[in-house]
């Protein structure tokens, strides 16, 4: 059952890095930037609120940390949209991936989690990934500041790691998960139509709306809805059998595999010596967790 979790987790994590790209190509505004997210958190809202209501589970719902994460669903997503209209490689997608040391650190000071010396090595191998496809460099979109993209990756980084120790906490204080999924994406959908409206009135445009579900992106933004739902939800399933370490090194370094996996099969990643050596460096790192794991 636990491959199977780490599978769904795996596929959802790996395809979504190539959706934003596809959506940070078809936006032009901030506004839209924002409310895009708005249209999958709703539709993810309607669909746990449905399980939460078939379920019939009556355990609390764990309302702050839940609120929490949704501000840093919505966030993460912003900054990565942002930063990946403004960049033309996947650096901001790479940057994000560093994340999982987040939740690591943060499970091991406050929730009393502890992670082996071979964890360790697992995470540091992937941590090495990351910096080395991030040596490939890549030119910044036209009037965009290197700086500006390294910032909003960054923030898109630690929003999404906040929202995976959220997750955590939920799983280990035993909240619902279907009502904590509730309050989070609906908390995430109303800061994107805040955020949006706010951007829209600072450059005094129209609310995007009409552009966002236009033909072109709603099937984009529903599949990223699927995405998205089915990741985190398989991130909360996962969290009841694993430690920190172990769960969120494997789901990088196999995310990160299947994104250049793809990249290859597609044409947009050359397999040049540092793809070689990403490639053997992530499957050390997950076969360290694997090994620890074992042992």
């Not at 934003?20 to 895009?36: E, I, P, R, T, V």
């Not at 355990?59 to 900054?79: D, N, W």
């Not at 172990?246 to 996996?261: E, G």
């Not at 790192?285 to 694997?290: E, L, T």
Request: net charge positive; glycine share 8%.
């Amino acid at each position: 059952m636990i491959v199977l979790f780490f599978i769904l987790c795996i596929l959802s994590s790996g395809f979504t890095g190539n959706i934003y790209k596809k959506l940070a190509g078809n936006n032009q505004s901030s506004a839209a930037s924002a409310l895009m997210p708005s249209v999958w958190y709703c539709m993810l809202t309607v669909f746990f609120a449905v399980l939460a209501v078939l379920s019939g589970d009556t355990a609390p719902t764990l309302f702050l940390p839940a609120a929490a994460a949704g501000v840093g669903m919505f966030t993460a997503a912003f900054c990565l949209i942002e930063a990946m209209k403004r960049e033309a490689f996947s650096i901001p997608f790479i940057i994000i991936n560093l994340n999982f040391i987040i939740p690591v650190l943060l499970s091991v000071v406050f929730l009393r989690e502890s992670a082996g010396w071979l964890q360790l090595v697992g995470m540091v191998a992937s941590a090495a990934v990351i910096v080395l496809l991030n040596l490939r460099g890549g030119s910044a979109g036209s009037g965009s500041s290197p700086r500006t993209v390294i910032l909003l990756s960054l923030g898109a980084c630690l929003a999404n790691g906040l929202v995976n120790f959220f997750i955590r906490i939920n799983d280990h204080q035993g909240g619902n998960t279907n009502r904590f999924f509730v309050v989070l994406y609906l908390t995430a959908a109303v800061c994107g139509i805040l955020v949006s409206l706010c951007c829209s009135a600072a450059k005094k445009t129209a609310f995007p709306l009409r552009s966002v579900l236009s033909v072109r992106l709603l099937p984009w933004l529903m599949l990223l809805g699927v995405c998205n739902g089915v990741c985190f939800y398989m991130t909360e399933r996962i969290a009841g059998y694993l430690n920190a370490a172990a769960q969120f090194t494997i789901t990088t370094a196999a995310s990160i595999l299947l994104s250049l996996s793809v990249g290859i099969l597609c044409g947009q990643e050359k397999l040049s010596g540092k793809i070689v050596l990403s490639f053997l460096l992530c499957l050390a790192a997950v076969g360290c967790q694997a090994l620890s794991l074992v042992g």
